[in-house]
């Protein structure tokens, strides 16, 4: 009996060990760890985006997902950061109509509409998004499309090398090809950055882009246009998309072709065009606790 007893205990034993083992590998709260605390972010709060997916209206598909970066923090409704700048949104073309002479003729013009979806928070909770106006859908048009050309725009035209990078890059851009650099190039382009005052790529180049792939910002581009946003942070994708904006804009600036695309039949939205969508619904999410 002795014997029987010895294994009752050794099984008892085994079990509370194992038990003890598991219930340790629970992932529970640790009780002198305050959680992080909620914040609310209200249905109709604007949301400030850059477009990282460049559309055409001749080209664009419908269904073909789009991706966005938020460019300024989103409060909630006390006032804390809520959405951070560079965080990432998702929307879906649901039109787009070439435009042709004939088109025109019989009043069916280009046409690009977009849905905004939804936006990520820090905390990983899926945020809903909507139009600005509350209508169903975004639509592209020359006007919000339009780029006007900034810069140094006399100094760049002058320049033959600068005028031809800037533009080649710009067009590039619009075309949503791989992007305005590449190794040989960096020298010149972070040049061309100082010279014709480009702060966003300024920014870039002084180190400000800090994920594994940001190496040159042709590369970070070429990963952006293609929507493969891994081993780039949130400010990584930001500082892109508003360095595409100032090159198509400059490029917009030295060459009447670059500037003809924004007013020829197609709608063309680049990386880097500006759009505003609102949050679609209340939500909560966990933020940081500035304290």
């Known amino acids: 009996m002795k014997w029987l007893k010895a294994i009752v205990c050794l099984a008892l034993l085994g079990g509370f060990v194992y038990g003890a083992k598991v219930f340790l590998k629970r992932d529970l709260p640790n009780p002198f760890v305050k959680p992080n605390p909620m914040a609310t972010l209200t249905k109709g709060t604007e949301v400030p985006m850059l477009l990282l997916t460049s559309l055409d209206s001749g080209t664009a598909k419908v269904g073909s997902e789009i991706k966005l970066v938020v460019s300024e923090d989103v409060l909630s409704s006390?006032?804390?950061?809520?959405l951070p700048q560079g965080s990432i949104a998702t929307g879906e073309?649901?039109?787009?109509?070439?435009?042709?002479l004939g088109g025109a003729v019989v009043n069916q013009p280009a046409r690009l509409e977009v849905v905004f979806k939804s936006v990520k928070a820090p905390d990983g909770t899926t945020v809903?998004?909507?139009t600005k106006d509350e209508r169903e859908t975004y639509e592209f048009t020359t006007a919000n499309t339009s780029k006007k050309g900034s810069g140094n725009i006399v100094d760049a035209a002058a320049d033959p090398e600068a005028r031809d990078m800037v533009v080649n890059a710009a067009k590039k851009i619009v075309a949503g090809e791989s992007g305005p650099t590449d190794e040989a190039s960096e020298k010149k382009w972070k040049?061309?950055?100082?010279r014709y005052g480009l702060q966003e790529t300024?920014?870039?180049f002084k180190?400000?882009?800090?994920g594994d792939r940001a190496t040159d910002l042709g590369g970070a581009l070429s990963a952006v246009q293609k929507g493969d946003l891994r081993g780039l942070t949130g400010t990584d994708v930001l500082l892109v998309a508003k360095a595409a904006g100032e090159i198509v804009d400059l490029g917009s600036g030295v060459d009447k072709s670059l500037r003809?695309?924004?007013k020829g039949?197609?709608?063309h939205a680049p990386v880097g065009t500006k759009v505003t969508g609102k949050i679609g619904k209340e939500t909560k999410v966990r933020i940081k606790d500035p304290a």
């Open 207 to 210: 180190g400000e882009a800090q």
């Open 78 to 82: 006390d006032g804390r950061i809520a």
């Open 265 to 267: 039949s197609n709608i």
């Open 191 to 194: 040049e061309l950055a100082d």
């Open 128 to 130: 809903p998004l909507s």
């Open 260 to 262: 003809g695309v924004f």
């Open 202 to 204: 300024q920014k870039f």
């Open 93 to 100: 073309v649901v039109r787009s109509r070439g435009g042709t």
